[in-house]
């Protein structure tokens, strides 16, 4: 059975770090585009980062360019996010998400009704 279990977010003030982490089970992340989407209260699921072990490809929403960096452990089936200058507006439920690849990292990103696997959600509050 695939499974996905998101490492425990937390509360951090405005311009504080946290990272996040995603581990595989029953399959391995090198076959599949995985990513970290989030939904904010009254918003739709947003993609937010998305990486490709097979190829290094990466994908970033402008809101998180240049703040937040995506990494993979392939011998941990693992994936990371690492989140910089964290802001209020990045308040929301982080879920870890795996797609079998069908089109550019951008895409399967975006896309998030095609997420084939998600993870149970982790809880990211920025306030003061």
């Known amino acids: 059975q695939l499974h996905l279990v998101e490492s425990a977010g937390g509360l951090v003030q405005p311009g504080g770090s946290l990272r996040l982490s995603c581990a595989a089970s029953?399959?391995?992340?090198?076959?599949?585009?995985i990513g970290w989407f989030r939904q904010a209260p009254g918003k739709e699921r947003e993609g937010v980062s998305c990486?490709?072990?097979?190829?290094?490809?990466?994908y970033y929403s402008d809101s998180v360019k240049g703040r937040f960096t995506i990494s993979v452990d392939n011998a941990k089936n693992t994936v990371y996010l690492q989140m910089n200058s964290l802001k209020p507006e990045d308040t929301a439920v982080y879920y870890c998400?795996?797609?079998?690849?069908?089109?550019?990292?951008?895409?399967?990103?975006?896309?998030?009704?095609?997420?084939?696997?998600w993870g149970q959600g982790t809880q990211v509050t920025v306030s003061s």
């Open positions: 998400g795996a797609v079998v690849p069908w089109g550019t990292i951008q895409a399967m990103c975006v896309f998030t009704r095609d997420v084939d696997y």
């Open positions: 029953g399959f391995t992340l090198d076959h599949y585009a």
């Open positions: 990486i490709r072990s097979d190829d290094v490809s990466t």
